[in-house]
């Protein structure tokens, strides 16, 4: 069964830290490009990152320099390590694989002030 899960989600302090993570099924993570959107509360599902099968990434300026999108071959996972979160970083976050357009059910990641 293809499949995406996310974990990870929960509440963190403004300034604090937070690693995501996508367990995938039924495919293979490093054959394809996989990436993380992102949802806040009355707003659209926006980009964040995109990890490419040759290793380059893709961010959101939002995000730039903050998070860093990353797998782990042998277990089959894309993660999303988020560092020097934002209350604008409050949202539900989703992994995504390119190939088969495949969503996670969503991760929620509250960042207090």
């Known amino acids: 069964q293809v499949r995406l899960v996310e974990s990870g989600g929960g509440l963190v302090q403004f300034g604090g830290s937070r690693r995501l993570s996508c367990a995938a099924s039924?495919?293979?993570?490093?054959?394809?490009?996989m990436s993380w959107y992102r949802q806040a509360p009355g707003k659209e599902r926006e980009f964040v990152a995109r990890?490419?099968?040759?290793?380059?990434?893709n961010y959101a300026e939002s995000v730039k320099g903050r998070f860093i999108i990353s797998r782990d071959n042998a277990k089959n996972m894309v993660y999303l390590q988020m560092d020097s979160l934002k209350p604008e970083d409050t949202a539900v976050y989703y992994c995504y694989c390119w190939f088969n357009g495949i969503w996670g059910q969503g991760t929620q990641v509250t960042v207090s002030s």
């Open positions: 039924g495919f293979t993570v490093n054959l394809h490009p």
């Open positions: 990890l490419n099968v040759g290793g380059s990434t």
